[in-house]
């Protein structure tokens, strides 16, 4: 990061107005209510960087975050683009320039880039399928087949790199899918996966041991557009976290662990490239948060 940025974003942080709704009334202020989507609440990183955010700006008042009812990703993206959502205020998902067109975003990485990080969940016995796949070659001549959810951006870039993929509109068939055989390979993100393996409770599926796909994706908080005050606020937070240590305090607590269970260092790494991004310069926090989570792990790039 230049020595410009970081002066930069604490400049912005003092300037930018506070809303008049953020400016505590005599006694005990209300207390706001934001409403995320149920996915996000339910992984503790998420949860625990949003609530990050609003502790380093209490003056903008308190906040209860609340757990969305249960919605596929589509739906939640339907919801946040209306003026106003009874239903979800909220929602960590992949950015695209059409989600980012349609909504606003907040271009901060939450886990430094590392959904773009993708692990096989398979059945232990297809293990010999991925042995001998070396290049990204190897895995289109393959008979591997791939499982993502039908709004995912992912499923977009597999195909566009010539891989085939199966797709459900529900997150949770996908786990019944894979021990099903409707696919070989369910593709999660380094960031997630092992906390999906504990809370699905999938008897029997495992972590590939070999293979690893990489692109750009970074995911991002998205609002609503009019939804201005939660936004500032969200991006004021996370800019104070960065500048303080304590986002990086927070990366090594939710996301380190994974890296060293997977052993990330010795996978053989499949670069896929993003039709969303194969011209696309990012903003330089967020190009900067990256390039630290790339400079963290070792890749050895087929």
């Known amino acids: 990061m230049s020595s410009m940025f970081p002066r930069l974003i604490v400049l912005l942080s003092l300037i930018l107005p506070l809303p008049l709704n953020a400016v505590p009334a005599a006694g005990e202020p209300d207390r706001q209510e934001v409403i995320l989507w149920y996915r996000n609440y ?73 959904l773009g990080y993708r692990v096989c969940l398979i059945k232990p016995e297809n293990q010999p399928l991925f042995e001998e796949v070396r290049t990204l070659g190897d895995l289109r001549e393959s008979s591997i087949r ?25 997150f949770n068939s996908l786990y019944r899918m894979l021990e099903s055989d409707r696919f070989e390979c369910f593709a999660r993100g380094v960031s997630e996966v092992l906390f999906d393996l504990e809370k699905e409770r999938t008897s029997g599926l495992v972590v590939e041991n070999h293979l690893m796909l990489t692109y750009d994706m970074p995911n991002f908080f998205f609002l609503s557009e009019s939804n201005v005050a939660l936004g500032h606020r969200i991006q004021i937070g996370l800019e104070r976290a960065i500048l303080d240590g304590s986002f990086a305090v927070f990366f090594d607590r939710y996301f380190t662990r994974a890296i060293r269970a997977l052993k990330l260092g010795d996978r053989r790494v499949l670069r896929l490239g993003n039709p969303w991004t194969w011209d696309r310069y990012w903003p330089p926090l967020t190009e900067t948060i990256m390039q630290k989570t790339r400079q963290r792990i070792q890749l050895n790039a087929h």
């Open 42 to 114: 339910d992984m503790p990183s998420i949860h625990a960087l949003l609530r990050l955010a609003f502790d380093k700006t209490p003056e903008y008042g308190p906040v209860r975050i609340i757990r969305s009812a249960e919605m596929n990703q589509g739906r939640a993206l339907r919801e946040l683009r209306k003026d106003s959502s009874d239903v979800i205020h909220l929602a960590n998902v992949a950015s695209t320039p059409e989600r980012e067109s349609q909504l606003r975003a907040i271009p901060i990485p939450i886990d430094g880039g590392l």
């Open 146 to 170: 791939f499982g993502q959810g039908q709004h995912w951006p992912d499923t977009k870039i597999l195909r566009a790199n010539g891989l085939e993929v199966i797709t459900s509109s529900r």
